[in-house]
Every structure is written in C-alpha cells, then in structure tokens.
C-alpha cells in the first residue's frame, strides 16, 4: 500500500532510486517504471499524481499484458530531460 504522503516521500532522491531499479528506457521513446506487484490501481493513480503534480511528468498508467492487476507507468520522451534534471538519470 502506497503511503498517504507519498508526495512528500517521492523525494527526487527517492526518485532516482525508483527509476534506476525499475525504470526500462524504451530506444527512441520514453521510459517504463514498474510498480510493486502488489500495488493495486488506487496506489498506482496516487504515484501517477505526483509525478505529474509534483514533478510535472507527461505520464500515465500501463495496464500489463501479463494480468488485469499488474500496472506500470510510462514517462513520455518528452519528460526525459525533464526528469534527468530531477534525478540524475542518465
């Protein structure tokens, strides 16, 4: 269960760690960040809301192919600069 505070939590350097353990940059697109498999789809929209409120991330929610319960969520190539700024993701 994702934390009622997540948005203070999120820090940008707990960030960088979410996108460097889990991140998958797509060649010539933008990048996946996994999520906890037991993270069900109100704790996925709570991240999802940071990272566009807080950090002004172009994202949004994956639904996995794998199973109706499993989600991700893409950051748009047009945020990665964006959130190499915020993160020191290469």
């Known amino acids: 269960m994702v934390a009622d505070n997540i948005y203070d939590l999120l820090t940008p350097l ?22 906890d498999k037991d993270y069900n789809i109100i704790d996925t929209v709570k991240l999802i809301n940071v990272l566009m409120i807080k950090y002004r991330l172009h994202c949004y929610i994956m639904s996995l192919g794998d199973s109706k319960n499993r989600f991700a969520i893409y950051i748009f190539r047009s945020s990665l600069d964006l959130l190499e700024k915020l993160c020191l993701y290469p």
Do not use: D, E, N
């Open 14 to 35: 707990a960030l960088t760690h979410w996108v460097k353990s889990s991140g998958v940059r797509l060649k010539g697109r933008g990048l996946i960040l996994y999520i």
